[in-house]
């Protein structure tokens, strides 16, 4: 059976550049005679790039579909967290479209458009998601669009609910998180619902936590950790990880 292609948050790139940063450097250290000190100091240096490509290679497997699965659970639990019977739902960094594609096959009355700017960056892309909204049955009831989050081509008020995955963190190009959000919200109609995962409570990316709540122009926030929602293994919780990672729901 063909099977979506839904690639990990972890980029493979990444992976493949410390893999080869640390086999370089012990390589040149085993060209070396164990005696001469560069030997040592080649051994020390590659131990962080070694526990660095362990780490992703892990967090990989933890996210992969074909390991942990815990790509698919965290759609499954930001799905699930939508209330209300809905006609109209955007994914804002909809990435290759797994979360948008969850809530289409969720109701077949909804249609879900899914936005990214699918930058060389990640290895994501519109054709990968309309692929595999085709090969889940649901082609006809989504859109797949290039946008940027920062400035969303839609009026107000033309979505009832709203969601994103761990998107807004990587919109470097808007350092006030709020007003970001804010612009995901302004599509939103007035009493519309959101449902919103991010590393919300890493203060060096979104500032204070309460400040940003405060600043949403929303009528009803519910702030909820992942943790509390779905258990993750310690790899997934680490800082490097989603340690931060919270859900943010309610209506506009
Ligand atoms: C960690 S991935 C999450 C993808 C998807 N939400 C998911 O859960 O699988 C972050 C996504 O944000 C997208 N992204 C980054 N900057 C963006 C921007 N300015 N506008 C829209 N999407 C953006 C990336 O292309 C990527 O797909």
């Given amino acids: 059976m063909v099977k979506p292609k839904y690639n990990t948050w972890i980029r493979r790139k990444r992976i493949i550049i410390f893999f080869a940063i640390s086999l370089i450097i012990l390589l040149i250290a085993g060209l070396l005679a164990m005696k001469s000190i560069y030997f040592w100091?080649?051994?020390?240096?590659?131990?962080?790039?070694?526990?660095?490509?362990?780490?992703?290679?892990?967090?990989?497997?933890?996210?992969?579909?074909?390991?942990?699965?815990?790509?698919d659970k965290i759609h499954t639990t930001v799905a699930?967290?939508?209330?209300?019977?809905?006609?109209?739902?955007?994914?804002?960094?909809?990435?290759?479209?797994?979360?948008?594609?969850?809530?289409a096959q969720n109701n077949s009355h909804i249609t879900v458009t899914g936005i990214d700017s699918w930058s060389k960056n990640w290895e994501y892309s519109k054709q990968q998601c309309e692929y595999n909204a085709e090969l889940m049955g649901v082609s006809k009831q989504t859109k797949f669009q290039k946008a940027s989050a920062s400035k969303l081509p839609f009026t107000n008020n033309s979505f009832d609910a709203v969601v994103s995955v761990l998107t807004f963190?990587?919109?470097?190009?808007?350092?006030d998180k709020a007003s970001l959000i804010n612009e995901t919200l302004r599509v939103l109609s007035p009493h519309g619902e959101f449902v919103f995962l991010d590393l919300f409570r890493d203060e060096s990316i979104f500032g204070d936590f309460s400040t940003l709540i405060s600043k949403l122009n929303a009528s009803e926030i519910q702030?909820?950790?992942?943790?509390?929602?779905?258990?993750?293994?310690?790899?997934?919780?680490?800082?490097?990880?989603?340690?931060y990672a919270v859900i943010i729901k309610g209506f506009k």
């Fill in 80 to 103: 699930s967290l939508l209330q209300h019977d809905h006609r109209q739902v955007l994914d804002v960094g909809t990435g290759s479209g797994a979360l948008a594609i969850k809530i």
């Fill in 223 to 243: 702030a909820v950790p992942l943790e509390d929602c779905l258990k993750l293994p310690s790899i997934l919780k680490s800082k490097h990880s989603l340690y």
């Fill in 169 to 175: 963190h990587e919109v470097t190009s808007v350092q």
């Fill in 41 to 71: 100091l080649l051994g020390l240096l590659s131990l962080p790039f070694i526990y660095i490509t362990t780490v992703l290679i892990i967090t990989y497997y933890q996210f992969s579909s074909g390991g942990g699965g815990y790509q």
